[in-house]
Structure formats: C-alpha cells, structure tokens
C-alpha cells in the first residue's frame, strides 16, 4: 500500500519542475506521509492544497472580478500579498463569522496581561499587541485553522507561527523561544504551538500578536478581550475603517528597543478605568494630558466608543 501511494504521487509530479524529490512514503496515523530528500516531509492528502479554508470568502474577495485580492499559500514568506491588497477598496461591509459554526471554540494565545496595544508607539506603529509571559510558557492557537509558517523570521519576528483560520483572519505569535508545529499541521483551538521567548528583535520575554486579515493587520482587542480571556462577538463586521490606511503588508512593526521597554519596563505606565459617564476629553483633562496623546498610547480615535471597565493607557 505504501508503495501504491509512493506511485501515485510520483505519477502525479511527473512531467513537473520542482525543488523537492520525494524518496519515500511512509503511512502514519494522520494519513500516508511523503518523505523528501531535503528531509522536509508532507502529508499526501495536502500535496496541492490551496490555501483556501473559507471558500465563500475567497470567491468573494479572490475570485470577484472587482477585488481580485491576493492570498496565497506559502512556508517562507509572512506575507503573501506581495503588497497588492488594498483593504482601503473594500467597498462594503463584510460579516465574518469569528466563531464558526464547525469552528466555534476560541481559546486565548497565553493568560498573561496586554503589555503594550495595537497603535502608534514612539513614532512608529505597533501592528499587534504584546503578551506577557515567561519563556518557556505555552502559547496556544486561538481558533482551529492550520499553520501557514513556522520558522525562524529574520525581520524581527524571532521565530514565528503564522495560522490561517477557517474564519478568514490570520494570527501571528512571535518571539517564539521553541516551535512545536510544523507547517501544513492542522491545529484545533487551544492546541500548543510554541514555548514563549524572546527571540528576534526583542529583550524581554514577551509574545507579540496580531491578527490579520488578507495581510493587513488590525487591532486584536477589536475582536478578543483579553482581560476576560474570550471573543467579543462571534460575529465581526469587516470594513476599510478596520484598517490603518495606507498600510502595506510589509511595513514592519516596532520590534526594536522601544518595544521592549514596553514589555519589560511596565512599572512606568498609568492606567484609568473607564467609569460610567466618562469622555476622552474629560479622562485627559483629569489626568492632565490630551485626547490626541490618549489615542496614541492605546491605538484608538478620538471618535472610538469607550466601554465602561476598560483600563486605559494614561502615561
């Protein structure tokens, strides 16, 4: 039976230009596995796969003759735009099922307290949000999806989980001390991907995380609580005001030492706890700074509604 697999695989590459040369197959658990001669291997039923989990978003914004954005399936690369979507011509909303009813769990990446927020951050912007943790503590995948990247990130990522998700979105966990899987591995919501660290651009035990969607980041706190450890809707509305505009795929985010005195140095920052009644302007004048500045330090606009609870950024 293995060697019927190893024939039909090869039959199915033949004629075919290609890096990789299958040597082997070996059937496991999961299904028959193809050995390459790079060492590298692959599960046969995902030789070929496409990279479409969500197949109504994908006709709506791949294959729609006005959008034609782009996304594709790649191990090396984080994003697999190439720069071509542009989130400014979305033209309507869309609603995205966060909580899918196949795909309903949600689990939060690490337990530890929002560090630093989506936002402007020392001049620069911060494309995610940082996680406390200590290295060694266990990060897990938020949504069941599969895993589109795993490997050492030299753009300041340190190393780094990319999983795409059936609901459409993206997330990235970097600064990773130790990958625990690999790509092409399906992932169940809650299910260990990394050990926490400190790698790449980083000097404090921290895990950076974002949320994407076709490349383009957006604030994760728009979707997840993190002080309550779950989804702040199973539904979420997708519009271009979700996103920063002019963004770029690759703009890199603020990984250098700024971004680590966040992590680290936290006993220099001041909160307030939104109470009953309260506007920016009046939390800025009570604490003696201005709404511009408040908007600043926790990635938000002067017109955001503020919920009653929330702690925000003051100093």
Same mark, same amino acid.
């Given at each position: 039976?293995?060697? =019927?697999?190893?024939?039909? %695989?090869?039959?199915? #590459?033949?004629? &075919?230009?290609? !890096?990789?040369?299958?040597? *082997? +197959?070996?059937?496991?658990?999961?299904?028959?596995?193809?050995?390459?001669?790079?060492?590298?291997?692959?599960? =046969?039923?995902?030789?070929? %796969?496409?990279?479409? #989990?969500?197949? &109504?978003?994908? !006709?709506?914004?791949?294959? *729609? +003759?006005?959008?034609?954005?782009?996304?594709?399936?790649?191990?090396?690369?984080?994003?697999?735009?190439?720069?071509?979507?542009?989130?400014?011509?979305?033209?309507?909303?869309?609603?995205?099922?966060?909580?899918?009813?196949?795909?309903?769990?949600?689990?939060?990446?690490?337990?530890?307290?929002?560090?630093?927020?989506?936002?402007?951050?020392?001049?620069?912007?911060?494309?995610?949000?940082?996680?406390?943790?200590?290295?060694?503590?266990?990060?897990?995948?938020?949504?069941?999806?599969?895993?589109?990247?795993?490997?050492?990130?030299?753009?300041?990522?340190?190393?780094?989980?990319?999983?795409?998700?059936?609901?459409?979105?993206?997330?990235?966990?970097?600064?990773?001390?130790?990958?625990?899987?690999?790509?092409?591995?399906?992932?169940?919501?809650?299910?260990?991907?990394?050990?926490?660290?400190?790698?790449?651009?980083?000097?404090?035990?921290?895990?950076?995380?974002?949320?994407?969607?076709?490349?383009?980041?957006?604030?994760?706190?728009?979707?997840?609580?993190?002080?309550?450890?779950?989804?702040?809707?199973?539904?979420?509305?997708?519009?271009?005001?979700?996103?920063?505009?002019?963004?770029?795929?690759?703009?890199?985010?603020?990984?250098?030492?700024?971004?680590?005195?966040?992590?680290?140095?936290?006993?220099?920052?001041?909160?307030?706890?939104?109470?009953?009644?309260?506007?920016?302007?009046?939390?800025?004048?009570?604490?003696?700074?201005?709404?511009?500045?408040?908007?600043?330090?926790?990635?938000?606009?002067?017109?955001?509604?503020?919920?009653?609870?929330?702690?925000?950024?003051?100093?």
């Amino acid at each position: 039976m293995i060697r =019927l697999y190893f024939l039909l %695989f090869s039959i199915f #590459l033949f004629g &075919k230009s290609f !890096a990789q040369t299958p040597i *082997d +197959t070996v059937e496991t658990i999961n299904g028959p596995l193809v050995i390459y001669n790079d060492r590298t291997w692959q599960y =046969l039923d995902d030789i070929g %796969f496409d990279g479409i #989990l969500n197949t &109504k978003l994908n !006709a709506l914004l791949v294959e *729609d +003759t006005f959008y034609q954005f782009v996304q594709t399936w790649d191990h090396d690369v984080c994003y697999t735009s190439d720069r071509e979507n542009d989130l400014s011509r979305l033209r309507d909303t869309l609603w995205l099922c966060v909580l899918e009813d196949q795909h309903s769990e949600f689990y939060p990446p690490v337990s530890g307290i929002v560090t630093s927020r989506y936002g402007y951050r020392s001049g620069r912007y911060h494309n995610g949000i940082d996680l406390d943790l200590e290295t060694g503590d266990t990060v897990y995948s938020c949504w069941s999806g599969k895993i589109r990247y795993a490997k050492f990130n030299d753009g300041g990522f340190g190393n780094l989980v990319i999983v795409r998700h059936y609901n459409g979105l993206e997330t990235f966990y970097a600064h990773l001390s130790k990958l625990l899987v690999v790509p092409d591995q399906d992932v169940a919501a809650g299910e260990p991907i990394g050990l926490g660290g400190n790698t790449g651009r980083s000097y404090g035990s921290h895990l950076h995380f974002e949320v994407r969607f076709f490349d383009a980041p957006m604030n994760p706190e728009e979707i997840i609580d993190f002080e309550m450890r779950q989804c702040k809707d199973e539904n979420l509305m997708v519009h271009k005001g979700l996103f920063r505009p002019g963004a770029k795929p690759t703009d890199q985010e603020e990984h250098g030492e700024s971004a680590t005195y966040a992590a680290v140095n936290n006993t220099n920052r001041v909160y307030y706890k939104v109470r009953s009644g309260d506007t920016l302007t009046a939390i800025a004048a009570r604490n003696k700074t201005t709404v511009s500045k408040l908007c600043q330090l926790n990635g938000i606009r002067p017109t955001t509604t503020i919920q009653i609870g929330r702690s925000l950024r003051v100093r």
